[in-house]
């Protein structure tokens, strides 16, 4: 992919799908790409939003679950993604950056029969990660996970707009990073660390920090929402399977799935069911 005359040109040569958003700014200079997730169920209905006169945001780009992208402002003209902001002491990153939508829900409640959307759309649990926010380390949440398709093509878009001008991986922020304490997005479900490696084509990363283990449960490994095999399981975890420890503890540990190089599900595991790698 890349950028031409503000348009994003998709790999067969064609501009991608242009639904101009109702609302935009002035001209800009791109100088960071901000990630963001829409907290609605689909790319369709966030587009549809912000081509509407009662849109109250814009963004450049919106991808769908599927990795369809849909262009709606031109990169040199300012969108409504980022609102009151700041990083390192440039204030209203609107003028300064390119936003990208993923269509995600986000943040999750807790419901008698799983897990649901702010609007009480129901997840499925193969669809969700625990996680704490690091804004709120101390609370461990239910997010609803990115695909990897989506995330593939959000690559591709960052990456195409690094090069049109000149950007290094450290111009990849998330919301959260240029509005703490307002904004979550894209949260701890988006991992940060291994997208920007992958914009840089250095692959599906691990840090040679990290704890991984195995699973060594031939019937799978259930993941849990608490510390305890009385609390609810999240997902079935197949023998063989890598994980990541998040938080240590003894016998049960926080982990998430390790999957082609980015966290997938995450729950409570008990240590007897994991080897180190």
Not at 56 to 83: L, Y
Not at 208 to 217: C, K
Request: with cysteine; charged share 20%; proline share 5%.
């Amino acid at each position: 992919m890349r950028i031409d005359n503000n348009r994003l040109i998709g790999p067969d040569g064609a501009a991608v799908r242009f639904d101009r958003a109702a609302h935009s700014g002035g001209e800009i200079i791109p100088r960071f790409v901000i990630i963001h997730y829409t907290a609605g169920g689909s790319a369709e209905s966030t587009a549809r939003y912000f081509a509407s006169e009662a849109a109250r945001a814009s963004a450049h780009f919106v991808i769908g679950r599927d990795g369809a992208i849909i262009q709606q402002v031109e990169t040199n003209i300012a969108a409504w993604h980022a609102g009151r902001s700041n990083w390192r002491g440039l204030n209203a990153l609107n003028g300064h950056s390119v936003g990208i939508e993923l269509a995600n829900w986000g943040r999750l409640a807790r419901a008698p029969e799983g897990f649901t959307s702010h609007t009480g759309t129901p997840v499925a649990a193969s669809r969700v990660m625990l996680a704490a926010h690091r804004h709120t380390p101390q609370t461990v949440e239910p997010w609803e996970r990115f695909d990897a398709a989506q995330i593939a093509a959000a690559a591709e878009v960052t990456t195409a707009l690094l090069a049109a001008y000149g950007l290094g991986e450290a111009a990849i922020l998330g919301h959260d990073d240029i509005a703490p304490g307002r904004k979550i997005d894209p949260g701890p479900a988006f991992d940060m660390r291994a997208f920007r490696g992958l914009v840089a084509g250095r692959g599906d990363i691990g840090s040679s920090s990290e704890d991984l283990r195995l699973v060594t449960a031939p019937s799978g490994l259930n993941l849990r929402v608490g510390p305890s095999l009385n609390c609810p399981a999240v997902a079935l975890l197949s023998d063989g399977m890598l994980v990541r420890v998040v938080t240590p503890g003894d016998p049960w540990v926080f982990v998430a799935a390790r999957e082609n190089g980015y966290d997938g599900p995450s729950g409570y595991a008990h240590m007897a069911w994991l080897r180190e790698v």
